[in-house]
């Protein structure tokens, strides 16, 4: 288990020493801002969709190391997938994060979302963790309010 854990705080630190897709998009067709103002987390997430699917998607901002590391794994995450697909994505990561401790965790569902476990052991970060995924939903939602934490 040790292992394990050495190994997803080493994917965190990588994806927030050099986040994938942090770029502003040329025609972004949905883009929504978020915030968590527990932490001071600030993000822009922005996608092109094609098809009932993410084409592209990038995202800026600044915030704490989980909130960077788990925006750049989401959009990964995300790229190609079509809504529905990714509304069941943020559902397990949801689940993950706010369920016991000790659940187990859905590792084919999840993917390399997976990292972000041992932040259910640290309930303040939770909102760190998902406000990208809040902000995303309110790109898709295509409401014109700030995602919020709160
Ligand atoms: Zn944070």
Same mark, same amino acid.
């Not at 927030?16 to 949905?30: G, S, Y």
């Not at 092109?48 to 960077?68: M, W």
């Not at 190609?80 to 689940?95: A, M, N, V």
């Not at 790109?139 to 919020?148: M, V, Y």
């Given at each position: 288990?040790?292992?394990?854990?050495?190994?997803?705080?080493?994917?965190?630190?990588?994806?927030?020493?050099?986040?994938?897709?942090?770029?502003?998009?040329?025609?972004?067709? @949905?883009?929504?801002?978020? @915030?968590?103002?527990?932490?001071?987390?600030?993000?822009?997430?922005?996608?092109?969709?094609?098809?009932?699917?993410?084409?592209?998607? +990038?995202?800026?901002?600044?915030?704490?190391?989980?909130?960077?590391? *788990?925006? *750049?794994?989401? /959009?990964?995450?995300?790229?190609?997938? *079509?809504?529905?697909?990714? &509304?069941?994505?943020?559902?397990?990561? @949801?689940?993950?994060? /706010?369920?016991?401790?000790?659940?187990?965790?859905?590792?084919? +569902?999840?993917?390399?979302?997976?990292?972000? &476990?041992?932040?259910?052991?640290?309930?303040?970060?939770?909102?760190?963790?998902?406000?990208?995924?809040?902000?995303?939903?309110?790109?898709?939602? +295509? +409401? *014109?309010?700030?995602? /919020?934490?709160?």
């Amino acid at each position: 288990m040790d292992e394990l854990r050495e190994l997803y705080q080493a994917t965190i630190l990588d994806h927030n020493r050099k986040p994938r897709n942090f770029r502003a998009l040329e025609a972004p067709d @949905h883009s929504a801002d978020g @915030h968590n103002p527990i932490c001071g987390d600030q993000l822009t997430v922005q996608l092109e969709l094609e098809g009932g699917r993410v084409k592209d998607i +990038g995202f800026q901002g600044n915030g704490c190391a989980i909130s960077v590391a *788990s925006a *750049s794994l989401m /959009t990964e995450a995300v790229v190609g997938r *079509s809504l529905d697909e990714i &509304s069941g994505e943020f559902d397990r990561f @949801h689940k993950m994060l /706010t369920g016991p401790t000790d659940a187990p965790i859905d590792m084919a +569902g999840l993917g390399k979302l997976a990292v972000f &476990s041992g932040v259910r052991e640290f309930p303040i970060r939770i909102k760190c963790a998902t406000l990208c995924w809040h902000t995303l939903r309110a790109a898709l939602d +295509g +409401g *014109s309010k700030a995602a /919020t934490t709160e």
